[in-house]
Structure formats: C-alpha cells, structure tokens
C-alpha cells in the first residue's frame, strides 16, 4: 500500500480516537511555576480566580512547585499577569490533546503482559476493568469473588474483588485498597489492577504471603462516573458526575464544572475545615454537606460493615501524581498534631520502609509525611475519615508517579514499572507491620504453593463440572 496512503488512514484513526474522548484540548499548554514568594502566590491565586488556567494541583505554596494548564484564548493573559509579578514559567507539555492521544496508544515496546482479557501495555476503561473483574471469579472460583459496593451518582456499580486464598479461616484480617477515587488518575486503576493479578497468580513467596495473610477487598474505580467521563468527554474530570450543584461558573469555565463533587473532600472527617472549596465551580469542591454522595456513603458504610467482621488492618487510597506516601491526618500542621492519630511514629516506619523498597528497583523517590508537610493540607478525605472513624491502624494515600513530567497523563509505558515497584512497597509495608507487632504472619507463601495450587486446580474441576 502506498505510505501516503497509510498516513491518511493513520490521520483518520487518530481523528476519530481524539474525537471520541470529547472535549478537544488542542494547543492547551501546561507550566510549571514555582512561586518565590507571597506576592507571587497572590498572583497564582489570582490567575486561578479568573480561571486563566486550571492548576493541576489541589494548592499552592511558596517554593512548590505547581503545574497550570493553560487554553490557547487565556495565554496572552495568562502570560500577562506571569509577566506583571516577574514570575518565571517553563513550559512542561507544548501541546496536552498530543499528550492526551499518546496517552491512548499502548505502548508496543514491551512484550504483551496480560492476563486473561486485560493487559497492563494500555489503560483500560471502566467497562474492560468491570468484565476482567467477572472472568477473575470465574477462573478463580475459590478464591476470588466479585462485590458491588454501591451505586454512583448515575446508578453504575462501584465494583471491586474480594481475595481470599484461605477461606473459613477464623478471625479474618482485612486490607482494603481504594482506586480512582479522582477520575483521571488513571494509573490508580492500572497499578490496582496489576495488584490484583499478583494476589491471585503471583509465584513470589512474598508476594503470596501477603495475598493469604489478608482476605482483601479491591476496588479499582470507586468514582465509576468521573472514570467513564474521563473517556467518553473530558480527559481532566477529577469529580464524580453529581448534577445537584450546578450553577453558572465564572467567565472563561465552562459551566460543565460545577458539575460533580471531590470525593476526596467528601468524607465526614473535619469536612470543609482546610484545603477545600463551598464552590461548586472548584475542582476541590467538599459538595453541600458531608457524605452528600452515594460514592462516599458506599465507601464508608462498606468499610464500617467489613470492620465488624473482623479487623481491617491496612487501607490504602492510590492517587497521582507526585510520589508521596502519605499518613493521617492531613488537616493538622504540626508534628505534635501528627500523634493525633495515635500510632503515627508506626505509620512513619512502615511507610519509609515501604519507600525505601519501592526506590530499590528503579531508583524512584517517594516522600512520606503529612500531606501538609510533604504536599498541602486538606480536609473531607476518604483515608483520613478510615483512620478516624473506623480506627484501621495502617491507613495511607500514595500518590504513584510520576513527579509532573506527564503528571495524569502518565505514558502506558510506565504502567508496568509502577505497578512493579508498587508491589515491592507493599509487600515491604506488609512485613514492617508484622514485625511492629500489627498482626502476625501465619502463612509464609512458600508453605502454601502447594495448597494454593491444589485450590487452583480444585477450581478447574468445579468449573468445568459446571
Ligand atoms: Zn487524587
């Protein structure tokens, strides 16, 4: 075939993907600043209010670095007020709808890894996660089993998987891991779902202790609405889909917006007191009132009935990006508040433990602290609520990768390695809060290959004497 032809047809493909994903963000740029002083973050503040661009974090500070994206109708402006207060800017992503369409294409570099229908070399939407989810029951009947949380905003099924490699057991202990609670973090959803598939066929006896020490819950997508959005309209939707709050938004947004609520400032724990927005036109909006949303009450009634059921030991919500692990609570300041919660110098521990495995692999650096100190403080999030109300001992939010070179939108060349060094974390967070005394290993893995191979194979028979 003829290359020009080839290149029309490729032209088209990419037309019609981009075109797919709905709100066009062709020529918008993103900066990154890092504001030197008050009189600078007034001006950030600012640009903000007149929504000359929408930051891509939650806050800003001095000496912290921020990233804004910026429209090609707001940038003379935009680049106006940077020029007023002499603020230096540096241009991160030329073009976001490239980076966007990049996103979308699975990375051919690699050799395929998959599992049954669902492979780690690209994301998935929520329909390809939710199906995978329903063959992993059906080829693990023993052993894993799906569960529907709750319903969201427009009635889809918050869905997760429950693990358990040793059922019966008596006084189960639980770990509870939440993913996607803010739609475009799509690598919440891919490192999720590779977590699952290592509990379920990894043959690394770490990694298999792990699996069968805990019976785990998983929901990979908790915001099923905000994840849909982000690939049926807008890439950037971080709220869930929530219409109740909808108002006509400042001059230059549109009124789109207003639509949704930040999970992550939802929950009733010091709801609204710092770090979040009563304006619905805001990304950080805590919505009317505290758990005004399906999503939330799901996630909270769910973990409140699985407590009662034995002990949760470790909750932990995967966001992006900036490479944080991050203890409760995140509305306190100070170090001294920090003990607040109780066992904060254990959080520390397992987490730098944690950090310090992950780093190991690839050499990539995450910060462990408050949110306050190691990011901004904020109120109304779902694992500072875990750590209150429910009293789960080991409760943490990790902002996988990366540090803001593609910041949401992580290429899918990077799913892997995240994933891999995730589990490394992990597996390391498991063994420090056993030694620290948290709950004590009774399975080693290497004990259980066997048995865990004879439920495999006992889950062959009964699927196909079904
Ligand atoms: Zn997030």
Request: charged share 20%; proline share 4%.
């Amino acid at each position: 075939m003829d290359i020009k032809i080839l290149i029309f047809i490729f032209t088209i493909i990419v037309t019609i993907v981009s075109a797919s994903v709905g709100k066009s963000y062709d020529g918008y740029m993103l900066y990154k600043i890092v504001p030197k002083d008050d009189s600078e973050v007034k001006i950030l503040e600012e640009i903000q209010v007149k929504n000359l661009g929408e930051f891509w974090d939650d806050a800003f500070k001095v000496n912290q670095e921020t990233k804004v994206m910026v429209s090609p109708e707001n940038r003379q402006e935009f680049l106006r007020h940077l020029d007023v207060g002499k603020i230096e800017s540096k241009i991160v992503i030329n073009d976001i709808q490239r980076a966007i369409n990049d996103q979308l294409k699975p990375d051919i570099s690699r050799s395929n890894q998959s599992y049954l229908s669902y492979s780690w070399t690209e994301y998935h939407n929520l329909e390809a996660i939710y199906s995978w989810l329903d063959e992993l029951e059906e080829n693990h009947p023993l052993v894993a089993k799906t569960v529907v949380m709750g319903k969201s905003v427009q009635n889809r099924d918050i869905k997760g998987i429950i693990i358990n490699h040793r059922p019966g057991r008596p006084n189960p202990l639980f770990g509870v891991l939440e993913g996607t609670l803010h739609a475009r973090e799509w690598i919440s959803a891919a490192t999720v779902t590779w977590v699952i598939k290592e509990f379920l066929t990894s043959n690394n006896t770490e990694i298999r202790a792990l699996a069968e020490n805990f019976e785990w819950h998983i929901f990979p997508v908790v915001n099923p609405d905000g994840y849909a959005y982000t690939f049926s309209h807008n890439r950037m939707w971080r709220k869930n889909r929530s219409p109740e709050n909808v108002k006509t938004c400042p001059q230059g947004v549109d009124d789109d917006m207003s639509h949704g609520v930040d999970l992550n400032r939802n929950f009733d724990f010091e709801w609204m007191t710092i770090g979040a927005s009563a304006d619905s036109c805001n990304n950080q909006y805590a919505g009317p009132l505290a758990f005004s949303e399906p999503e939330t009450r799901a996630i909270s009634n769910y973990v409140k009935t699985l407590n009662e059921k034995g002990e949760i030991i470790f909750y932990i919500a995967f966001h992006s990006y900036t490479q944080l692990i991050i203890i409760p609570y995140s509305h306190v300041v100070s170090l001294d508040d920090a003990l607040l919660s109780g066992n904060y110098p254990d959080m520390y521990e397992v987490a730098i433990r944690g950090a310090d495995a992950l780093e190991k692999r690839y050499g990539t650096h995450y910060r462990v602290g408050l949110s306050a100190t190691v990011m901004y403080p904020m109120s109304g999030a779902s694992f500072d609520w875990v750590k209150a109300a429910v009293n789960v001992p080991l409760t943490y939010l990790i902002e996988l990768r990366d540090l803001g070179e593609f910041g949401f939108l992580l290429p899918p060349g990077q799913i892997i390695p995240t994933a891999l060094e995730t589990v490394d974390a992990l597996v390391e967070m498991g063994q420090s809060a056993s030694r620290l005394g948290y709950y004590e290993l009774q399975y080693s893995g290497a004990n259980s290959v066997v048995f865990s191979s004879l439920m495999i194979l006992l889950g062959v028979l009964i699927a196909l004497l079904k």
